[in-house]
């Protein structure tokens, strides 16, 4: 047993330092620089709490975070939601469901940075493609980009992007369930849109808790689409907390308030995801 205990150490040992000095080193690190005032990379003052004080009194973190949670309530509801009718639909047909999977799935693999040029060039005002349509059939151009509108229009790519992704999950989860609940629930004169809410559903309930985990915790991860797409704008109607930790830490050189905005963007990841395990833990179905 020691022998089996020293080769699982030696296995494991190199993926604990990479994890040690590429994940929790940094993240330990960076809780120590939100203490610090810096001016550059390289001068730092130490000034206690006073970051975080000027967090609770920044108008644009404050903006940032409803933006946030506003996006991840679009995320969440939408990515997930067409994720799961998609898989349903899906698995019901017999033909051509490689074809979907692939489809469904191709955003996946386009980075965020090309995602967000090509809906720039969607945007554009001049020569967009929404505006070329528009002119095409006799209509004025719009500008999509507004204060109203601008998080809206950076919510839909985000939402496309990763559609696939709990689309796979939750087909995954949906090919699982055994045909012998199907079959007795038709003799129990069970079918169409009963038998979604009343079978499917409920039997995939803890794959859906971790779709919407996993679509909660990725939105406070947002940074390219948005910054390629808006920049924060206009006047930081789309800022997020992604990119104006990116702004305040790397443009602006305020390395320990950008630190500040790191460390609240991790708690508030924790917090959400422990708070949805807790409310939809009750409702989790095995079988």
């Known amino acids: 047993m020691k022998g089996d205990k020293l080769y699982i150490f030696l296995f494991l040992a190199p993926a604990f330092a990479v994890t040690g000095v590429f994940l929790y080193y940094p993240f330990v690190e ?25 967090l609770l009194n920044d108008e644009i973190a404050r903006g940032a975070l409803f933006n946030s949670l506003e996006l991840m309530l679009y995320v969440t509801i939408f990515q997930v939601g067409i994720a799961l009718i998609l898989a349903i639909m899906v698995n019901s047909i017999t033909k051509g469901a490689g074809f979907f999977r692939t489809t469904f799935f191709f955003p996946i693999v386009i980075s965020g940075a090309a995602i967000g040029l090509l809906f720039t060039l969607i945007y554009n005002y001049r020569n967009g493609l929404l505006n070329e349509m528009l002119v095409n059939l006799g209509f004025e151009r719009v500008l999509w980009l507004t204060e109203q509108s601008s998080l809206y229009m950076v919510a839909i790519p985000t939402i496309w992007n990763y559609v696939g992704f709990y689309f796979v999950i939750l087909l995954t989860a949906i090919q699982k369930i055994p045909n012998d609940f199907y079959e007795a629930a ?102």
């Open 186 to 287: 038709q003799l129990e004169g069970i079918t169409g849109m009963q038998k979604m809410f009343k079978l499917t559903i409920p039997l995939i309930v803890s794959d859906l808790k971790t779709c919407i985990v996993l679509a909660i915790t990725g939105t406070l991860k947002i940074f390219e689409l948005v910054y390629i797409i808006t920049k924060g704008g206009p006047a930081n109607s789309s800022e997020v907390l992604g990119t104006y930790m990116y702004q305040k830490a790397f443009q602006d050189s305020a390395m320990g308030y950008g630190a500040t905005l790191a460390v609240l963007i991790v708690v508030l990841g924790l917090t959400l995801a422990f708070v949805t395990n807790k409310l939809l833990q009750k409702d989790e179905v095995t079988y």
């Open 30 to 54: 960076n809780i120590l620089q939100s203490f610090y005032k810096t001016d550059g990379f390289f001068n730092s003052t130490f000034v206690g709490l006073e970051n975080y004080v000027r």
